[in-house]
Each structure stands twice: as structure tokens, then as C-alpha cells.
């Protein structure tokens, strides 16, 4: 896939997350009337930007960020606690690997320079 370079920058190049990460996207943009979000998800998809500058943009936040804090908002608390249970374990374990992938330039990079 010659467009899947930009789409792994937040998964260190692990082509089975990067599919997923592909129909995801796919799925919310089929689903959003956001035209920019459109336009984001294109670009995307077609590696003219990467998935860790996509995130910082109005209107990934906007349509991806807006709606899991209004799916959040409707769990109970139980729910919200079996949730972040996972995502505390995962941080344990990043917070030990301070070393980034040889050739990611994503999210790992950005942790392992952050706890140097």
C-alpha cells in the first residue's frame, strides 16, 4: 500500500493497527456531515499528512474528540472506571519504554523524548 507510511505514524508502522486505523476513519467519515473532517480523512487516506498532525487539527477534534466525550458523558460510573482501567496499564507500561522506535517519528518518539 503505498499511501500507508503517513497512516502508521501513530502505531509504529504496525500495518494490521494501520487498517484499523483506516476503517475507522473511513466509517467516520461516511457517518460525518463535516466537510472539512471530509477533506482531512482524504488527505489522510491518500498520505498527504500523517495521523499525529491530523489529531491536532479543528476539525479531527471536532468531529472524533466531540463525540467520545459525548459517548462518555452518557456511562455510568462503573463503566467509566472499566474503561480507564486499560489505559492505566498501558501508561505503566509506556512510561518504562523510554526508548522510540528506530524509525517512528510518532507517538512513541514523542514519548521516549519526553521521559529522557
Request: with cysteine; hydrophobic share 35%.
Amino acid at each position: 500500500m503505498p499511501d500507508q507510511g503517513p497512516m502508521t505514524d501513530g502505531r509504529c508502522g504496525d500495518p494490521e493497527l494501520s487498517q484499523e486505523l483506516r476503517d475507522a476513519l473511513t466509517l467516520l467519515r461516511e457517518h460525518s456531515d463535516n466537510d472539512d473532517f471530509h477533506t482531512l480523512v482524504d488527505d489522510l487516506l491518500a498520505g498527504r499528512c500523517g495521523l499525529v498532525e491530523a489529531s491536532g487539527t479543528a476539525a479531527f477534534s471536532d468531529v472524533v474528540f466531540a463525540g467520545i466525550a459525548r459517548e462518555i458523558g452518557h456511562l455510568t460510573e462503573d463503566e467509566k472506571r472499566r474503561l480507564a482501567a486499560p489505559a492505566e496499564s498501558s501508561a505503566a507500561a509506556a512510561e518504562s519504554c523510554a526508548t522510540p522506535c528506530a524509525d517512528c517519528s510518532g507517538v512513541c518518539a514523542l514519548r521516549g523524548s519526553s521521559s529522557q
